[in-house]
């Protein structure tokens, strides 16, 4: 982390942000960045007024009107943004900014976790195409009255993959293993190099 000599205040929404932040700055970049919790569930930030932030690391947010044990509407934040007038970049957890745009003040900048949550969220991707292929929710509803019936799975499958940005190469990534053949649905098609083991195949420039 470069810094310009003069003091940085940052404030996370989590303890274990501040534990992660605190392990990797060196003893010089310790002296010079002051970390405040600010959750964004109670007041305001500790031990600082708003104005004085520099950087606002942002909590996992939600759209909906209600915060939840995990996510902190966007109404909330909204709201609470206002006061934080001297900070001119606010980080979101997420890749997905939906919403945020709204809550930050006129200027500042806005930054997503798109190389934090790729391999998470194509995780994700991957658990529910095999969820689906395997039908796992009919099995469950079926409850005791279990039908044997066999499944298509994806091993050996054709699969669509809608974007292929960061996430979308994680999730090829992750198919690999099931030896699937990738299908790039993007509409920007341009001559992509074959990749080892299997051969080109259109690419797009937008994201999963």
Not at 57 to 63: E, K, M, R, S, Y
Not at 80 to 102: D, K
Not at 175 to 191: C, P, Q
Request: charged letters at 20%; a negative charge; aromatic letters at 4%.
């Amino acid at each position: 982390m470069e810094l310009n000599g003069a003091q940085l205040t940052v404030s996370l929404p989590y303890p274990s942000f501040a534990h992660g932040l605190g392990a990797i700055l060196d003893e010089d970049e310790r002296a010079r960045v002051r970390l405040v919790d600010w959750s964004f569930k109670d007041d305001g930030p500790h031990d600082v007024e708003a104005s004085e932030i520099d950087m606002v690391v942002l909590p996992f947010h939600t759209t909906a009107d209600e915060t939840t044990e995990q996510y902190v509407s966007t109404r909330i934040l909204r709201s609470a943004l206002t006061a934080a007038t001297g900070a001119r970049l606010f980080q979101a957890p997420s890749i997905g900014v939906e919403g945020l745009h709204e809550c930050i003040p006129p200027g500042a900048r806005l930054g997503n976790a798109a190389g934090v949550m790729g391999q998470p969220t194509a995780e994700l991707a991957v658990t529910l195409l095999l969820s689906s292929a395997r039908e796992l929710r009919a099995m469950i509803e079926a409850g005791d009255d279990w039908a044997n019936r066999r499944t298509a799975g994806i091993v050996g499958s054709r699969v669509l993959l809608l974007g292929y940005g960061g996430v979308g190469t994680a999730v090829e990534r992750m198919l690999a293993g099931f030896e699937a053949h990738l299908v790039d649905g993007g509409a920007g098609i341009d001559a992509a190099a074959p990749r080892e083991g299997r051969p080109a195949s259109p690419r797009t420039t937008n994201s999963l």
